[in-house]
């Protein structure tokens, strides 16, 4: 069986065999503890982030998830923090689990609303207006 992985960063990228894996969690269930600790975090991080947004309104899942994902990815720069060059508009939407066509016409509302600003490939997030905006 064939895997895909696109990565929206450079990053390295480390394959282990299963049978090593497994064999070298026999021996050190430390380490498997720890492994299973993390995957779990993982987890309930992913699962209480999904019940936060599905009880907001479309507009105000975006503006979470924008708000989110520029703390924990996010360059911070005076008032702004500002994405990455690879976060583009698409993976946004994605990521706020909306239609891109949706998210374009709320990107552009949310701009005159100077809740974000776009020059060229970069979108910035003017985080406290954000905030204000869903409530938080």
């Known amino acids: 069986m064939e895997e895909r992985v696109i990565a929206i960063t450079a990053c390295t ?3 282990i065999d299963r049978e090593y894996l497994l064999n070298y969690l026999a021996i050190r269930p430390s380490f498997m503890e720890l492994l299973i600790k993390e995957m ?9 982030r999904m019940m936060y947004l599905s ?3 479309r507009e105000n899942r975006v503006a979470a998830s924008m708000l989110e994902l520029s703390k924990e990815i996010g360059i911070n720069e005076g008032d702004h923090i500002i994405f990455p060059k690879a976060i583009t508009k698409k ?3 994605d ?3 909306v239609e891109y066509r949706y998210f374009q016409k709320l990107f552009s509302k949310m701009k005159t609303e100077h809740l ?3 020059r060229g490939p ?3 997030v003017n985080q406290d207006l ?3 905006h869903i409530g938080r």
């Open 13 to 15: 990228f480390i394959s």
């Open 40 to 48: 779990s975090n993982t987890i309930a991080k992913t699962h209480n």
């Open 55 to 57: 009880n907001l309104s």
């Open 91 to 93: 993976i946004l939407s």
């Open 122 to 124: 970069r979108i910035e």
């Open 130 to 132: 954000l905030e204000e």
């Open 116 to 118: 974000i600003d776009s």
């Open 95 to 97: 990521y706020s689990r």
